[in-house]
């Protein structure tokens, strides 16, 4: 309910015929066929972005942004998701905004651990609560080279919500410049939950055309009751016209995974783009297949 008030009224402000005065249409559908269990085709991405923006003078913008998608037809619940819906302020003094919003794990390199289509995301994932952050106001501000996010979530609840139920506070710290970019952030979450802090610690490296990316993160993992530690290497690189992307997460776990993920993809024109993904698991417990995917997608 809480997420549809913010959607609701981030849309009546971009419906107002004054009150936003540049508004930009976006997103991705993407059909992904995978051999895991059985000969699967999938659409896994469909999304729609949707942002807006107004120069209220003095240096100050008003900003909103609304982001829709669509749950992959796998899931036990389908339709629509509200992963972002916001509104802010920006200026001089850095920017504040309120709503459903992301964290600042990309600071700490957690960009290069999400780009893959399947078992994405691993290494951070011990490192930052899953999902966006819920009822947040989050203060960002970038002097120079370096970048400061400050964030609180206002759940109010210990039996459901997202992240996490619950009050919760994040703090990043972020350095970029000549290729390379250093960060953390650290998640401390509502007291009455019993878990320690979450934290992301790593950035990446250009050298020349290839990039590469470190992480490691550490926290307790919801209903496992013990401390996870995640590391993941990543790389990208140009080749043969597309990207080629590769990483390796250790992740220390109820179940002590290990993910490796290979990943080619290449644009067909200005907007559509396909790829191939093979990602394995080597799992201590259980012996999950291996996956082998090809994708096909367009952005609008």
Known sequence: MKKLVIASAVAAIMASGTAMADT????????QLKNQDELDLDSTKLTIDIKSSEDLGNGMTAIARIELEHDDADEKQSGWDNDLSYVG??????QVTLGVQDDAAGLAGCGMDDQYIYNTGKACGAGAFNGPLDNAVVYANTLGAMTLVLGATFDGSKTGGNPAPGDHT???????????????QVTSPDG????????????DIA???????????DGTGFGA??????????VKMPLGGGTFKAGISDTDDLNGSTYTNL?????LGKTAYWGVQYSAEDNDVTD??????LFLGKKF
Request: no cysteine; glycine share 22%.
């Open 89 to 94: 302020l920006k200026g001089g003094f850095g």
């Open 263 to 267: 990943q080619y993809e290449d644009k």
């Open 170 to 184: 994040v703090v990043a710290l972020g350095y970029g410049g000549d290729g390379f970019n250093l960060g953390v």
């Open 24 to 31: 930009t249409f976006g997103g991705n559908a993407r059909l």
């Open 207 to 217: 050298l020349g055309d290839v990039t590469l990316g470190l992480i490691i993160a």
């Open 288 to 293: 999950p297949d291996d996956i082998l995917a």
């Open 225 to 234: 009751g013990d401390t996870e530690t995640s590391t993941g290497i990543n």
């Open 192 to 203: 009455d939950l019993n878990l320690e802090d979450q934290m992301i610690i790593g950035g």
